[in-house]
C-alpha cells in the first residue's frame, strides 16, 4: 500500500521561498514518474511539474515555469519541490502524486496511481 509522508509547506510573505518534500513507500518508486498538482479554493486541481523515473525530463506548468523546482531521489524515496518568487495565487493545497504511465510527462494527469495528502501553502501580500 502506497504511502507518502509529507513536509514543508507553511506561510510565507510575496516574494519568499519555500520547500516541500515527500517521502514515499509501499511501490516501486523509481519505477514512477512524480509530479506536483495543487487545489486553490474553489479550484480545479491544476498539474504544476513532473519529474521522469530517472530525474532526466521535466515538465513545468507556465505558471511555475522559472520559478519552482522539481526534484527526485530515488535512493530515498523522494519528490521534492522548491518554490522561489512565491505570489499569493501560489495559495493553494499543493499535492505530491505518482503516475507510471508511459508517456510524454504532459499526460501524467490522465494516470496519477497515488496521491500525496496535501500541503497548504499560503502567500501573504
Known amino acids: 500500500q502506497a504511502q507518502w509522508v509529507e513536509s514543508g509547506g507553511g506561510l510565507v510573505q510575496t516574494g519568499g521561498s519555500l520547500r516541500f518534500a515527500c517521502a514515499a513507500s509501499g511501490f516501486p518508486f523509481d519505477m514512477y514518474s512524480l509530479a506536483w498538482f495543487r487545489q486553490a479554493p474553489g479550484k480545479e486541481r491544476g498539474y504544476l511539474t513532473a519529474t521522469s523515473r530517472r530525474g532526466d525530463d521535466t515538465y513545468y506548468a507556465d505558471a511555475v515555469k522559472g520559478r519552482f523546482t522539481i526534484t527526485r531521489d530515488n535512493a530515498n524515496n523522494t519528490v521534492n519541490l522548491q518554490m522561489n518568487s512565491l505570489k499569493p495565487e501560489d495559495t493553494a493545497v499543493y499535492y505530491c502524486?505518482?503516475?507510471?504511465?508511459?508517456?510524454?510527462?504532459?499526460?501524467?494527469?490522465?494516470?496519477?496511481?497515488?496521491w500525496g495528502k496535501g500541503i497548504q501553502v499560503t502567500v501573504s501580500s
Open positions: 502524486a505518482a503516475s507510471n504511465l508511459l508517456g510524454p510527462l504532459t499526460y501524467l494527469p490522465y494516470g496519477v496511481d497515488f
